[in-house]
């Protein structure tokens, strides 16, 4: 049986005017994750909304990359909030929170986070969420020239043909 979701009446205006009156990074709200210094928005279909907030932190504090918006971290963890992985990533989630003194998103500096994420980085749960991140992440397209990748180059004829060889700085 699914359970009814309640929606709140909201415009994007006093959305964001809530969520930067309390300083947040993420605005949670009935069943959805927004960012209020940016223009994206992820609905949390199965996951509760403060799950996935901290699964999107969770994301950039594994794999940080200043360069990247966090609508690509969202991305990334998007495939978690599925029925079949609710429970396991509610009790990753739970751990994690118990591990931060309470509320993961409510510690201050990433050293902090980073210090409660090595406590559990041999944990199934962590090692699930890092491995998925790999590909979730990194196989967006649109990160890519962020790197400097390229993309594939057997259509253009394979790396050796498409400047491989050519160094300048030996």
């Known amino acids: 049986m699914k359970k009814k979701k309640s929606y709140i009446s ?3 205006r006093e959305l964001l005017t ?3 009156a309390l300083g ?3 605005a949670i709200g009935a069943g959805f994750v927004a960012s209020p210094n940016a223009a994206w928005a992820v609905e949390a279909k199965f ?3 403060p799950t996935l907030a901290k699964l999107i932190q969770l994301a950039r504090d594994i794999y940080p990359h200043d360069k990247i918006s966090d609508e690509y971290y969202v ?7 599925a029925e079949d992985k609710v429970k396991t990533i509610e009790a990753g ?4 929170d118990k591990r931060a003194g309470g509320d993961y998103l409510k510690l201050g500096w990433e050293e902090q986070r980073v210090a409660v994420l090595r406590q559990m980085e041999d944990t199934a749960f962590f090692q ?14 649109a990160v890519w020239s962020i790197f400097g990748y390229e993309g594939e180059s057997y259509s253009k ?6 400047g491989f060889n050519d160094i300048n700085w030996l």
Do not use: P
Request: proline content about 0%; overall charge positive.
């Open 10 to 12: 909201m415009n994007r």
């Open 18 to 20: 809530h969520s930067l």
């Open 24 to 26: 947040a990074s993420f």
């Open 47 to 49: 996951l509760k909304a």
């Open 75 to 81: 991305l990334a963890v998007k495939g978690y909030d």
């Open 93 to 96: 989630i739970a751990d994690l």
């Open 128 to 141: 699930s969420i890092r491995g998925g991140l790999v590909t979730g992440l990194y196989n967006q397209e």
């Open 157 to 162: 004829g394979g790396y050796i043909n498409s």
